[in-house]
Structure formats: C-alpha cells, structure tokens
C-alpha cells in the first residue's frame, strides 16, 4: 500500500497539532551549535539522559542516522501563555504537545506499515520520572525512548521555514515541535 502524505498530515492535524507538513530530509539543516547548546546545559538535562547527549553519541553519527530517512512528519502545538514569563503556562503547553506526539506516534505506529520510524521531539525524553541512565542500567522502555530535534543537531527554525510553518506564533504563545522520519518498505514504493 503506497502511503498517502495528505493522510499523516490530516492525522497529525486530527491528533491536535496545530500545523503540520511532509519535509525531504535532504534539506534539513544540521549545525553543532544546537549540540553545543546541549553540552552548556541549556536544558539542565546533559549527561542525564539515555536519549540525550552524551549518552546518544557524536552529532556525526546522529547526522548519519537522520539521513537514512527520506521523508519525515514535522508538526507543531501551538498554546496561548499570559505572557513571556508565564512559566506555568509554557510547561502546560509542552505537556499537551508531548501527548499530541505520543498519540499521532501511536496512530502511525498502529495505521501505517512504515519500515522503520525515528520519533525526535522537542527537549530530551521524560518518559520516566528518572532516567535508568542515572543509575548506569540500561533504558526501561527504548521503544518508547525519544530523543530531540535539538540534541540531533536539526537547525528547527529552517526546518519549519523550509515547509512555511511559523516559527513565532504571535504574542504570548509558544510553540513545540515534533518530528517523525519514517522510511517505506521498499515494496510499497515499487507499486
């Protein structure tokens, strides 16, 4: 069954993403000063995380793995704050956003019969209160496990410029983005 790109994005809609669009991984835009950002710390989350750095290994490799994908499902929430610094808010807001991507994951996972997927999201994975990374033992759930656009080194306002997506969303707002690379058995694509 060929799939239909139209369909992940009426799926990634219907999962309550604000916006969504099909993007060519050839042109993602990949820069070490997003990894480098990760290595400052800027998300209070490096060397704590089985998917986040150092834990998941050189941006080179992580560049080498994105680029096996052809095609991918970029989507964003979008939620109303009371202002810049409506912390409350904006962690309300990404809490949504993880249950959007988790859910829209779930459908593709359950609807499609991709070859392989590589979920990226926005910030490293919370899946669990605490990482197992913490404790030197192995990841409790690596197939639920995702790591984040950012920490792959993925230039994310390009990526969502180079589809039209609006980086800013107005005042008081913020926005989160998902993305989910998929790879077609090679039988559905010879159809």
Not at 35 to 52: D, F, I, L, V
Not at 96 to 110: G, S, Y
Not at 161 to 178: D, L
Request: net charge positive.
């Amino acid at each position: 069954m060929r799939i239909g790109k139209d369909d992940l994005v009426k799926d990634a809609l219907e999962s309550r993403a604000t916006r969504a669009a099909i993007v060519d991984t050839a042109g993602l835009h990949f820069h070490e000063q997003f990894r480098k950002a990760c290595e400052r710390n800027a998300c209070g989350q490096y060397n704590t995380n089985w998917m986040g750095p150092p834990a998941i290994g050189p941006i080179e490799q992580l560049t080498g793995k994105v680029r096996k994908y052809k095609k991918g499902l970029l989507f964003q929430t979008v939620h109303q704050v009371s202002g810049s610094f409506d912390l409350e808010g904006m962690f309300e807001g990404k809490k949504i956003h993880e249950q959007v991507f988790r859910d829209l994951l779930k459908k593709i996972k359950n609807k499609y019969d991709f070859e392989d997927l590589l979920p990226l999201n926005v910030g490293c994975c919370r899946l669990c209160p605490k990482c197992a990374y913490l404790d030197d033992e192995p990841c409790r759930h690596p197939d639920k496990a995702v790591s984040s656009l950012e920490a792959y080194g993925i230039d994310v306002v390009a990526l969502e410029k180079s589809v039209e997506i609006p980086y800013h969303n107005g005042k008081n707002t913020v926005s989160y983005v998902g993305l989910v690379l998929f790879k077609e058995k090679e039988d559905a694509r010879k159809r």
